[in-house]
């Protein structure tokens, strides 16, 4: 394969990429702002996700519960021993339990229901652009 062609399909990419970014960054504003949040906020990494608890939770121990689950296991991830393992193993699964809750808490919020949270887990980044484009995505509050 010619250079030019290799040039050509990577230039393709990084803009695919580039533009895909950019919706997903303008979702991710229209979804906060829907929420009464400056959207602004959307666009600093952990604060956001931080947000995005907070806009699906009444509790903000849930985040901390997250944050704190997150960084134990990519703090311990790589060792494979005794109660390194056993708290990786935990952690990642609490982790994992977490970010499903949120995406479930998170469908309730903008009036969707369980199975659109189930898929946001799977899809996120298909329904962060339905939650920030989609004019049936109404922010309704965090839904206990």
């Not at 393709?12 to 009464?36: C, E, P, Q, R």
């Not at 959307?42 to 985040?63: C, G, H, R, T």
Request: proline share 3%.
């Amino acid at each position: 394969m010619p250079t030019s062609e290799i040039v050509a399909a990577l230039g393709a990419y990084f803009i695919l990429i580039l533009v895909l970014s950019v919706l997903l960054f303008v979702a991710w504003w229209k979804m906060f702002t829907k929420a009464g949040v400056a959207g602004w906020k959307s666009l600093i990494p952990i604060y956001n996700v931080y947000i995005a608890f907070k806009i699906a939770w009444k509790d903000q121990s849930a985040f901390w519960v997250w944050f704190i689950a997150s960084l134990a296991y990519g703090t311990f991830r790589d060792h494979e021993d005794g109660v390194s393992g056993i708290i990786t193993i935990i952690a990642g699964i609490l982790a994992l339990v977490w970010s499903m809750r949120l995406c479930i808490r998170q469908a309730k919020s903008y009036g969707k229901g369980t199975g659109t949270g189930v898929a946001a887990f799977f899809l996120p980044n298909i329904l962060t652009l339905y939650y920030g484009f989609a004019p049936s995505c109404k922010y309704a509050g965090p839904q206990d």
